[in-house]
């Protein structure tokens, strides 16, 4: 069973996330194979290793013993698989793609932190999620990170990061907005093909707040370009300019109090953010390091 490390990678996922379906999302396989796995090694060993409970897995006295010795040679693998890059010791270019909001918010701070992880250089290149994907099947890029999942059966998708869009201003509002504040603010929008658009939309329509009937003051595509305008328009009008936004792309000037947030009352806007590449890469070494980085920072 050593020899199929995979299998303990998959028990050392479930541990840490506390969940099969979790490590399943992460590990980018399906909820069965992630229970067929842990079978398998209960099999192996003649004994079980974890038991389900309502608030999550819990590790029989086997499954901690198995537990450790796991840790111990992942770490292994991992010391490993860095002598293994320096003697493949190939000078290229690691090319990623990222959606906007990830490309320009998140990615940046740990470039070099990745191009340290497989000792050669790394591209950036920032589009939507579905040119990103489109990128990825070209093979002009290596790895793609995606706040929108556009499933292909040629990829491998694995959750990352969680993230939030909020309602934000200039203007100090309502931590929590009902039906009369959202109507009474002027709007910028995102374009309508957008994914934060469409989230939008579907929460505005959950809680029945007819958002056609906003008035909106402008549409834009960037949102860099959207968060500018509303820190550049005139705080001081009665009427509070709005817009919706992942929480990664404002939090520096919520934090300096040049913006403020809110959210609708009683709801939550959430999505992940995903890593994909290519199937047939899925043992690729570099592929490897990478994602493993990645998941490591999956809480920014």
Not at 1 to 16: E, G, P, R, S
Not at 142 to 164: G, H, M, T
Request: one cysteine or more; charged letters at 30%.
């Amino acid at each position: 069973m050593l020899k199929d490390f995979a299998k303990l990678q998959t028990f050392l996922m479930v541990i840490k996330e506390k969940s099969f379906s979790k490590a399943s999302a992460k590990l980018g396989i399906s909820q069965p194979a992630v229970t067929q796995q842990i079978k398998f090694i209960e099999d192996y060993l003649d004994t079980k290793i974890v038991e389900r409970k309502k608030n999550g897995i819990l590790l029989t006295k086997e499954g901690e013993d198995l537990f450790r010795i796991a840790q111990k040679l992942d770490k292994a693998i991992v010391n490993s698989e860095k002598e293994l890059l320096k003697i493949i010791n190939k000078d290229f270019t690691f090319v990623m793609g990222a959606s906007t909001t990830i490309g320009n918010y998140i990615l940046p701070s740990y470039l070099g932190d990745i191009k340290n992880k497989i000792d050669n250089e790394v591209f950036l290149n920032v589009e939507s999620s579905s040119e990103i994907i489109n990128q990825l099947e070209d093979k002009k890029i290596d790895i793609a990170l995606i706040e929108s999942p556009i499933f292909k059966e040629n990829i491998v998708y694995r959750e990352w990061v969680d993230d939030e869009l909020v309602i934000f201003s200039n203007q100090q509002l309502p931590k929590q907005l009902k039906h009369d504040d959202l109507m009474s603010y002027d709007w910028i929008c995102r374009e309508e093909n957008s994914h934060t658009r469409m989230l939008t939309s579907d929460a505005f329509d959950e809680v029945n707040v007819p958002c056609d009937n906003f008035c909106v003051m402008g549409v834009l595509s960037s949102p860099t370009a959207i968060k500018s305008t509303i820190l550049h328009s005139d705080p001081t009008v009665q009427k509070p300019l709005a817009s919706v936004m992942s929480r990664h792309v404002i939090k520096d000037e919520i934090k300096d109090g040049k913006l403020y947030e809110a959210r609708i009352k009683d709801h939550k806007i959430g999505r992940k953010f995903y890593i994909a590449y290519l199937k047939e890469r899925k043992h690729d070494a570099f592929i490897e390091n990478v994602v493993n980085f990645l998941l490591t920072i999956s809480k920014v």
